[in-house]
């Protein structure tokens, strides 16, 4: 690293999505091998922190809340981070306003992808590479690193490593999980079937409230798990929708817990099954064994990047879309059976007791 400036505090501005933030992990311990000895803070939301509060390849998270003006956001998140004097901005998201943020900032080097006419603003304007759409996200993350590392050491061996998802959940947090589970009623004794029936952000991403909740019914009297509906505030609405239409009734924490507290209920359940949305990543992420529906979005780019997740999908011509919204009869997610997501389950859940 001669003649550059010595990288004693560096920042990451993180992802906005949950998904996305556990597809980032390997870019975040790759960081912490290149500066062993630097302070790597991560800027992210505050939906999203929890997810690190064990997280041994960062020092800190600086949370901010998300405003309506980004223009106010902008400038309040540079007058935070200007009052820290890092010598180095690392910008995972595209967005034209974290890379604002970082030149308010001041912050002396700022380094992206080239993407929304923010190049102007960074100091190190990467090229998006040309496989952005062909390889997993998670290795655009890393992309983005190891030309960090170029940059500072003239060459870059990262890519070189496995990338590791994997998130730590302390025995402490497992045992409040576990405390939460038998209060609300949960059958520790039986094996934990964790179900995420919503989805945040697309309503074509949902494989639908009446086969979620047959199947829950099934995972009860066939498989004889404990069922808990786990989900995001926004989603209590389609869980509720699942109860009402279930015979054998599971249980439901929707709503009831932060990204923190969902990842140790998570930590604790033998398995999870779900549409693509953010747990989805964050299940196998700490080492819960996962089956994920997908319809309109690509598994290629944004499956969980795991051993332990298994992708259920209808091959239809056209899917991915990538819509929110299906223009015609959502054949990718109704083409899903009930008994083929059952019988995946099943398989999870046969092939060995958790340690």
């Known amino acids: 690293m001669a003649g550059q400036i010595p990288i004693n505090k560096i920042v990451v501005r993180g992802t906005n999505w949950i998904g996305d933030a556990v597809m980032s992990v390997p870019a975040l311990r790759a960081l912490s091998l290149i500066f062993p000895d630097a302070e790597i803070v991560l800027h992210t939301k505050e939906t999203v922190e929890g997810l690190f509060e064990d997280a041994n390849f960062i020092d800190r998270v600086l949370p901010f809340e998300k405003r309506r003006s980004k223009i106010k956001q902008a400038v309040a998140q540079a007058d935070l981070l200007g009052d820290e004097t890092f010598d180095l901005a ?18 002396p080097r700022r380094i992206g992808y080239n993407k929304d006419l923010r190049g102007l603003l960074l100091t190190d304007p990467i090229p998006v590479p040309e496989w952005k759409n062909k390889r997993h996200e998670v290795f655009y993350y890393l992309n983005l690193i190891a030309e960090v590392e170029r940059r500072y050491a003239g060459s870059s061996g990262i890519t070189e490593y496995e990338p590791d998802i994997s998130l730590a959940v302390s025995e402490e947090r497992r ?21 995420g029936a919503g ?6 991403k949902r494989w639908g409230v009446d086969k979620f909740a047959a199947l829950n019914d099934r995972l009860q009297i066939e498989a004889g798990a404990q069922t808990i509906l786990v989900g995001a505030p926004s989603e209590t609405d389609v ?4 109860i009402e239409r279930s015979k054998v009734k599971p249980i439901d ?15 604790v359940a ?15 992420a700490v080492g819960t064994r996962t089956a994920v529906i997908f319809g309109p979005t690509d598994p290629v780019t944004t499956r969980p990047f795991s051993d332990e997740a298994v992708v259920i999908r209808n091959n239809v011509e056209c899917s991915p879309c990538m819509l929110r919204e299906c223009p015609i009869d959502h054949r990718c997610m109704t083409g899903v059976t009930v008994e083929h997501v059952l019988e995946v389950c099943r398989d999870l859940l046969t092939r060995g007791e958790k340690e």
């Open 90 to 107: 690392i910008l995972l998201p595209n967005s034209f306003g974290s890379a604002l943020t970082s030149k308010l900032a001041r912050i």
């Open 253 to 267: 924490l929707t709503g009831q817990t932060g990204v923190a507290e969902a990842a140790a209920v998570l930590s």
């Open 199 to 204: 989805s945040t952000n697309s309503m074509a």
């Open 270 to 284: 033998d398995l999870l099954v779900s549409n693509d949305m953010g747990l989805a990543h964050v299940a196998p």
């Open 239 to 242: 869980s509720r929708d699942v």
């Open 175 to 195: 045992d409040a999980a576990r405390r939460m589970l038998s209060n609300a009623g949960a059958d520790l004794a039986r094996r934990l079937v964790a179900i």
